[in-house]
T-cell receptor, first 114, second 114 residues
Framework: KQEVTQIPAALSVPEGENLVLNCSFT??????LQWFRQDPGKGLTSLLL?????REQTSGRLNASLDKSSGRSTLYIAASQPGDSATYLC?????????????FGTGTRLTVIP | EAGVAQSPRYKIIEKRQSVAFWCNPI?????LYWYQQILGQGPKLLIQ????????DSQLPKDRFSAERLKGVDSTLKIQPAKLEDSAVYLC????????????FGEGSWLTVV
């Protein structure tokens, strides 16, 4: 069974700092990996999706990398801002019965201090 | 474009009572998901529909949970009878039919069982 781990569980950084969030998964037979953001009391917002054949994806100040063979992904946030404060979740997609099932980590709670 | 709509947003019930949650996915999205997110954990897939057929319900506690997606659009998730451990956020999500697409989440229905 696929297991997804995120380290650290919580992170506090001063505004303007660059930071890296880590995600690891046990089964490398994935279809894709997604990074989500979750604000308190809200649903999940997809930030980046990396297909298994890709190595990285970029969107603005965010860059996500994928090393499928080692079962690892990182989310790099450049020049962090207080508005980046949220919980960041990674999820891997495993094809089963033709479907797209997501297995989530428990998230990293990020606080950016002004 | 309208997002995934869910109702009610909040519900408090006593154990052994029943509750139903409703979800309207993004127009045209063939795949609909129900996830359960317990506080401090990542979401866990309960059931996945492709149009009005069930693709995966392996993690749905079928003795108390049921879900349907009539006509391949709206969906309802029901819990009867509820237990204290069912307290969680129930997230509905949808995606286009092709596997590997970004998944769009609603804001969730928050259930507290007392």
């Amino acid at each position: 069974k696929q297991e997804v781990t995120q380290i650290p569980a919580a992170l506090s950084v001063p505004e303007g700092e660059n930071l890296v969030l880590n995600c690891s998964f046990t089964d490398s037979a994935i279809y894709n990996l997604q990074w989500f953001r979750q604000d308190p009391g809200k649903g999940l917002t997809s930030l980046l999706l990396i297909q298994s054949s890709q190595r990285e994806q970029t969107s603005g100040r965010l860059n996500a990398s994928l090393d499928k063979s080692s079962g690892r992904s990182t989310l790099y946030i450049a020049a962090s801002q207080p508005g980046d404060s949220a919980t960041y979740l990674c999820a891997v997609s495993v094809l089963g019965t033709g479907a797209n099932n997501l297995f989530f980590g428990t998230g990293t709670r990020l606080t950016v201090i002004p | 474009e309208a997002g995934v709509a869910q109702s009610p947003r909040y519900k408090i019930i006593e154990k052994r009572q029943s509750v139903a949650f409703w979800c309207n996915p993004i127009s045209g999205h063939a795949t609909l998901y129900w996830y359960q997110q317990i506080l401090g954990q990542g979401p866990k897939l309960l059931i996945q529909f492709q149009n009005n057929g069930v693709v995966d319900d392996s993690q749905l506690p079928k003795d108390r949970f049921s879900a349907e997606r009539l006509k391949g659009v709206d969906s309802t998730l029901k819990i009867q009878p509820a237990k204290l451990e069912d307290s969680a956020v129930y997230l509905c999500a949808s995606s286009p039919s092709r596997a590997g697409n970004t998944i769009y989440f609603g804001e969730g229905s928050w259930l507290t069982v007392v």
